[in-house]
């Protein structure tokens, strides 16, 4: 069993739809978890940083962990075709760098 | 630009041959991360360097590869008698870092090897 799991799709949906994405983990050293997006070819950016459980918004992105369950959620909410792109879950232990990446989930918002 | 920079973006080689791959971090990151990542997978963790000190190596590290920062700021990563199984997109990350701070990276845009 992989320490981070996510569902590698593809997910398709309409534009203004809401997206939710997730992952689960097995590691419960895990406190620090992030979400990034990667178009192709190109390097992984850093949308949601998060410490811990609990919930974290900005702008049309939620990220939520529930480290009872070993389970983190991002959504994104009216989604547009300038977000069709790879999401990455990833998370360390605490003042650990080695991070553990799921294998991203491919998502077309289609107009 | 200020982001993380790597060199060169694409490298073609053959089996058999060496390679290095430079990193330039943000600036005032202390911290510096080499990552792996095939096509389909997520990133993999190969190794992290505070400052200059190589702190963590991957298990996926074998002999054949090294990484060094010599005076805390760019750092390379040599792959040794490449193999095919090499080919892949190798990514360079940095955060600031402290004793009481977690992860927040941000990634260059990756070296994408080929070995024929």
């Known amino acids: 069993q992989k320490e981070v799991e996510q569902d590698p799709g593809p997910l398709s949906v309409p534009e203004g739809a809401i997206v939710s994405l997730n992952c689960t983990y097995s590691n419960s050293a895990f406190q620090y978890f992030m979400w990034y997006r990667q178009y192709s070819r190109k390097g992984p950016e850093l949308l949601m940083y998060t410490y811990s459980s609990g919930n974290k918004e900005d702008g049309r992105f939620t990220a939520q962990v529930d480290k009872s369950s070993k389970y983190i959620s991002l959504f994104i909410r009216d989604s547009q075709p300038s977000d069709s792109a790879t999401y990455l879950c990833?998370?360390?232990?605490?003042?650990?760098?080695?991070?553990?990446f799921g294998a991203g989930t491919r998502l077309t918002v289609k107009p | 630009d200020t982001g993380v920079s790597q060199n060169p973006r694409h490298k073609i080689t053959k089996r058999g041959q060496n390679v290095t791959f430079r990193c330039d971090p943000i600036s005032e990151h202390n911290r510096l991360y080499w990552y792996r990542q095939t096509l389909g997978q997520g990133p993999e963790f190969l190794t992290y360097?505070?400052?200059?000190?190589?702190?963590?190596k991957s298990r996926l590290l074998s002999d054949r590869f090294s990484a060094e920062r010599p005076k805390g700021s760019f750092s390379t990563l040599e792959i040794q008698r490449t193999e095919q199984g090499d080919s892949a997109m190798y990514l360079c990350?940095?955060?600031?870092?402290?004793?009481?701070?977690?992860?927040?990276?941000?990634f260059g845009q990756g070296t994408r090897l080929t070995v024929v």
């Open positions: 990833a998370m360390s232990p605490y003042n650990n760098n080695d991070m553990r």
């Open positions: 990350a940095s955060s600031l870092g402290g004793a009481a701070r977690g992860t927040e990276a941000f």
């Open positions: 360097f505070q400052n200059e000190a190589q702190l963590e």
